[in-house]
């Protein structure tokens, strides 16, 4: 069994930034993929951003420039750092650990973007 609980959610101004974080805990697979996902009204939970156990970056091109995952694998923590924010940002953000055989999930945080 895995736990997620993220932090960092919350309302900002267009071209503010945000720094999300998921501290993750359980019995963690040595290989595994964490990640931010996003959820907006009315459409389906796409990918943010990613790192996987051997440093295999990925991101999202709506954010690619805009977004930095950083993960600490002592302290089973990953980070998504949101700079220049728009209001398509705005989303509840999942914070995600994937392995070979179970996805895991946070129970989400709600970034809002707006003036």
């Known amino acids: 069994q895995v736990h997620l609980v993220e932090s960092g959610g919350g309302l900002v101004q267009p071209g503010g930034s945000l720094t999300l974080s998921c501290a993750a805990s359980g019995n963690i697979a040595s290989f595994n993929v964490m990640g931010w996902y996003r959820q907006a009204p009315g459409k389906q939970r796409e990918l943010v951003a990613s790192i996987s156990t051997n440093a295999i970056f990925e991101y999202a091109d709506s954010v690619k420039g805009r977004c930095t995952i950083s993960k600490d694998t002592a302290k089973n923590t990953v980070s998504l750092q949101m700079n220049s924010l728009k209001r398509e940002d705005t989303a509840v953000y999942y914070c995600?650990?994937?392995?070979?055989?179970?996805?895991?999930w946070g129970q989400g945080t709600q970034v809002t973007v707006s003036s």
């Open positions: 995600s650990l994937k392995t070979w055989s179970h996805d895991y």
